[in-house]
């Protein structure tokens, strides 16, 4: 079965949208496992817009799945997942005036190779954010990745069918790739309720982390079968 990993951030930035106590991501996580959810993922961004330093340390404590930090490879992030401990970190590319996520990480950042292995010898799993690129894949475990998150922002935003099949081709090509060299494959960025079904047939991929739409469904059908629907969705 297909996991399914929930992006909570949207959560936070409801709080910290009133920088008061509610909604506490932390009570979502408790939700999300409870109705199905195989992981917690959280982006702890540089300049601390949703998740908080406290959401972080509690979420480890509470979480009884796997808990995924997204977040930045920068040496202070570094610093608090060999702290915190998560499950895995997926490195993901940060922007100070972005609204979420752009474009997937840049593998020839100098440092990344060392960075990933500090990060393994905390006994923490790695994955990179990456475009479905076939060499940026190679690249990818060469340089000592366990897994790759394959960014699926381009085939979201398509429009045509014609884009959708070309970008759908691209994913799995990538999938395919990774799983040969025996990268763990999840997906994710800009998946919906009305997009996801283009990808059932990309059998490689055995995770995704979905979070803006779950929590936009939750506001009317409540976080429970959001996420209950979605499960049955990804199969
Ligand atoms: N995966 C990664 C690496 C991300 O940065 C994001 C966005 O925070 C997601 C998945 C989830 O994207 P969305 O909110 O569009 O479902």
């Known amino acids: 079965m297909t996991k399914l990993g929930v992006n909570i951030d949207h959560i936070a930035t409801i709080r910290q949208a009133r920088k008061t106590i509610e909604p506490d991501p932390v009570e979502a996580a408790f939700i999300a496992e409870k109705n199905g959810a195989d992981q917690i993922t959280i982006h702890l961004r540089e300049d601390r817009r949703h998740i908080q330093d406290r959401d972080l340390r509690i979420l480890r404590e509470t979480i009884q799945t796997r808990l995924n930090l997204e977040m930045a490879p920068t040496p202070e992030m570094i610093g ?3 702290a915190v401990h998560p499950d895995s970190v997926t490195l993901v590319p940060e922007k100070r005036e972005e609204v979420t996520t752009e474009g997937g990480l840049n593998v020839a950042i100098k440092g990344l190779e060392e960075k990933i292995a500090e ?10 954010f990456i475009a479905p690129d076939i060499e940026v894949i190679k690249k990818s475990r ?8 394959i960014h699926t922002g381009y085939f979201a935003n398509s429009k045509s069918e014609k884009e959708i099949k070309n970008e759908v081709e691209r994913i799995k090509d990538a999938a395919h790739t990774a799983k ?3 990268l763990y494959v999840a997906a994710g960025h800009g998946i919906t309720y009305h997009n996801i079904h283009y990808l059932k047939d990309v059998v490689e991929i055995e995770e995704y982390n979905i979070g803006h739409t779950i929590i936009s ?6 976080l429970g079968q959001a996420i209950r629907e979605m499960k049955a969705l990804i199969g």
């Open 217 to 222: 469904r939750a506001v009317f059908v409540g």
């Open 80 to 82: 608090i997942a060999k």
């Open 119 to 128: 990060l393994k010898s905390s006994k923490i799993k790695v994955s990179l």
């Open 180 to 182: 040969k060299l025996d």
């Open 142 to 149: 060469k340089l000592g990745a366990d897994a790759i998150e």
